[in-house]
Structure formats: C-alpha cells, structure tokens
C-alpha cells in the first residue's frame, strides 16, 4: 500500500501563486508515475499535470506555462508549484500515484478567489 498526503492548498487571490506538496509513503517501491488531479464542483475529476520518472512531464493544456510538476525521489514527494493562479483554477487537488495500482491522496483544496 501507498499512502499519499497533499499540503499546501489554501485561499489565494487571483494572479497570486500556490505550491502544493505530495508525500508518499509505506511500500514506495517503484512508483512510476506520480502527479496530480483536480476536481471542481459540479464537474469531473480531471488531469492537472504528471510527471513518469523524475523529468518527463505532461500538463493540462489549462495550465500550460503556468503551473510547474517536479518530483523529489529522495523525499519520495512530488510537487506542483502554481503561478497566475485564476478563479477557474479552484478545486479540490488530489494527489495521484501509480505502482501496481492506483493511488490518491485525500485531496487538498485551492480556492482562488478576490
């Protein structure tokens, strides 16, 4: 099992930036994928960015140039810094991790509002 736990979230203005945070932990052997996912209300849950490995990226064509994946394999944690956050962005973000199954974290929400 894999358990993951997001940080980070919180009330921002709109333009203003966020860094989330994703720890994992328990049997994290070989987690090849890792990333995150956002669910606003009303809506579906739907791809925020991921990231396979350390470097190969791959983001939503809505935060493109905005939000950033990274991934520190020594703190088994994977991060989404984001910047020029907009109202459009609010949601409840969730950490997702692959091994030999799904995994997601609790969910942390970000809200941006003025």
């Known amino acids: 099992q894999v358990q993951l736990v997001e940080s980070g979230g919180g009330l921002v203005q709109p333009g203003g930036s966020l860094r989330l945070s994703c720890a994992a932990s328990?049997?994290?052997?070989?987690?090849?994928?890792m990333g995150w996912f956002r669910q606003a209300p009303g809506k579906q849950r739907e791809l925020v960015a991921i990231?396979?490995?350390?470097?190969?990226?791959n983001y939503a064509d809505s935060v493109k140039g905005r939000f950033t994946i990274s991934r520190d394999n020594a703190k088994n944690t994977v991060y989404l810094q984001m910047n020029n956050l907009r109202s459009e962005d609010t949601a409840v973000y969730y950490c997702y991790a692959v091994q030999v199954r799904e995994f997601w974290g609790q969910g942390t929400q970000v809200t941006v509002s003025s």
């Open positions: 328990g049997n994290i052997f070989n987690i090849a994928v």
């Open positions: 990231i396979t490995g350390s470097t190969q990226t």
